[in-house]
């Protein structure tokens, strides 16, 4: 998939899910209107029946009592000539619970010319709860400006909310499933973009690896070919040599591509064995500078540890020592190779550590390279050869074997490998 396409599916995707995410906004604030209103109407309901139940205790001298009464001050007709107060508070109660509202509520008579309060059920009424009071006539019936009743609801935006809660949690956790299936499903796609354009570069790279030694063996054999029955045998020696020596190049790649493939399946399996570690250090690195050291090259010993055997996977540590030793040759700076190989003892284990001057990373690089199939960029150098198996495969043997590697590197100033290890692998 090109860069571009990806592009344009994370922008459209992008785009829906704002507007699906909008759109559910928008209907759960109404959805919270809708109930709010519909408790609005509750609660007027609620005041009817209270004032309905008022006129009817007039009508029959109920309000009459030796209870606290407010008189009425019209001087038309009243509503109600005197107005029980305990008698209003226990028809508040009742109808509230009737009309399943909050309990929490404070209640004023107010006269209406001068909005003054009558009687209050509290001390005090903040603003703010008398500017969203419902308010009923209670004093005359056709003049509505002398007395009325306020009923205030403090908690009735958070009852309203409690009510729509299941409502709003269940929205909010499915947008979120949205988001993060979205972002996931985004992740992945970049992901495997990657990986498509790593494994592209692996394959590059093993036909380039494979192309030369093909190419120096069809050579050498063509030479042999041609070679006339009374040539010199060191002829024939250094061609045949040539191709031996290249066909255990191939072999060896070969293995290193089915070793990844063996861990990748875990498929593999851990012989144990009691091996030198110090000795198997430098026989490693004696055969690779016997290959491909320059004369310049310097490795310096500072083998501490005291406790030095390990009872491990002498075959997998040596391909261990073997990739991260010839990292630090491949990648050294101009001036020749300078190694610097350190042993120690650390909690009943063996730290290794591996020190060159090579051209070093970035700290991007650090955190990617014992990705599988990655290669530090090197930008337009490409003398450094290599699938980008090496420390993926080193990192996997050492978690194998129950131990840790850490890297610290920096740009143009080499880079340092330590590896711990216990020195009685749990296998």
Known sequence: MQRSHIIMIILFTSIALVGLTLTQSFWVWNAVKLTEKQHDHRIDMALEDVIEE??????????????????????????????????????????????????????????????????????????????????????????????????????????????????????????????????????????????????????????????????????????LLHTKSDSSPERIKKYSRIIYDENVRMRSQVDRVLQVALLDRDEFSLTKSEFNLHQLVKDTVQNLCFEQCEEETTVNYHLNADLYNLNADEMHIKNVVVNLIDNAIKYSSNGGPTLNIYTRNSSEGITLSIEDNGIGMSAESTRHIFDKFYRVPTGNIHNVKGFGLGLYYVKNMVDAHGGQIHVKSEPNKGSRFDVYLPLDTPI
């Not at 309060?117 to 209670?138: D, F, Q």
């Not at 003049?143 to 409690?162: A, G, I, N």
């Not at 394959?203 to 030694?213: D, S, Y």
Request: hydrophobic fraction near 45%; glycine fraction near 2%.
């Open 54 to 223: 008022l006129v009817e205790a007039n009508d029959q001298d109920l309000v009459f009592s030796e209870r606290p009464v407010i008189k009425s001050a019209c001087e038309e007709m009243t509503f109600f000539s005197v107005i029980d107060t305990v008698l209003l508070k226990g028809l508040l109660n009742k109808y509230t619970n009737y009309h399943r509202l909050d309990s929490d509520y404070e209640f004023a008579i107010v006269k209406t010319s001068s909005d003054s309060i009558i009687h209050a059920s509290t001390a005090i009424i903040p603003k703010s709860m008398k500017k969203n009071a419902h308010k009923t006539c209670l004093s005359c019936l056709w003049k509505e400006e002398y007395f009325h009743l306020e009923v205030y609801f403090p908690s009735q935006r958070k009852e309203v909310l409690v009510e729509m809660s299941g409502w709003l949690v269940l929205s909010g956790i499915f947008v979120l499933i949205v988001i993060f299936t979205f972002l996931y499903i985004i992740n992945t796609i970049i992901k495997q973009k990657k990986i498509s354009e790593i494994k592209n570069d692996f394959i590059n790279n093993m036909t380039h690896e494979f192309k030369t030694p093909i190419s120096t063996i069809s050579l050498a054999a063509e030479v």
